[in-house]
């Protein structure tokens, strides 16, 4: 399975963008990346994800370089509700079982 | 409608004890898995439940833990002579398969602490 790396922690200033990126140098042809996000004492949650073209939704937008080495998850006005720990994960779509390897993920503290 | 849920939100016991964890995933949902997570770190795959088929237990960490799934619906983690290293929050998803791919739903956990 291919892995990420991401950086422990960022901050972020209130109604500015938040750009989290996402190192997966050995991620596969058929591997999609997520990204999942989980606020203090929650379960984590689904934001967005994408296999080479860049995507955006109603909560972030994912821009995916053309080697697909690399990712970066774009939140374009971060609130304070946006503070939590975000995780990048790389995996086949479709597919089930032990493949959701969550990571530490990049805790993001969003700044008044 | 319901998410997915998790009771109890908190347990606290003492080593040596046994434990039940439950989780009441999203009616109809066919996929169900437990994480874990300890403090500071990130989700640890336990084990996952796909309809009928025998479940995926690699992620156990000992034969102190099982887990069972009753009609293809309910799980419940056990968690059996307790030690003070089991103590996390215990994480349950199921699953969906939307537009080709598998979103996962977590319920809010149960943090169980091992005095």
């Known amino acids: 399975d291919a892995k990420t790396t991401q950086p422990t922690s960022m901050d972020c200033a209130e109604g500015r963008a938040a750009n989290l990126p996402c190192n997966h140098s050995t991620i596969s042809g058929n591997e999609y990346v997520y990204w999942y996000r989980q606020i203090h004492s929650q379960g984590p949650q689904y934001i967005i994800h994408?296999?080479?073209n860049n995507e955006t939704n109603e909560m972030a937008s994912l821009i995916i370089t053309e080697d697909r080495k690399s990712s970066t998850l774009i939140l374009p006005h971060a609130t304070l509700r946006d503070t939590a720990v975000y995780y990048c994960i790389v995996r086949v779509a479709g597919d089930t079982g032990n493949q959701f390897y969550f990571g530490t993920g990049t805790s993001l503290t969003v700044i008044p | 409608g319901a998410g997915v849920s998790q009771s109890p939100s908190n347990k606290v016991t003492e080593k040596g004890k046994d434990v039940e964890l439950r989780c009441d995933p999203i009616s109809g949902h066919t996929a169900l898995y437990w994480y874990r997570q300890s403090l500071g770190q990130g989700l640890e795959f336990l084990i996952y439940f796909q309809g009928n088929s025998a479940p995926d237990k690699s992620g156990l960490p000992s034969d102190r833990f099982s887990a069972e799934r009753t009609g293809g619906s309910v799980s419940t983690l056990t968690i059996q002579r307790t030690q003070q290293e089991d103590s996390a929050v215990y994480l349950c998803a199921s699953i969906v398969r939307l537009a080709g791919f598998n979103e996962q739903f977590f319920g809010p956990g149960t943090r169980l602490t091992v005095l």
């Open positions: 994408g296999l080479k």
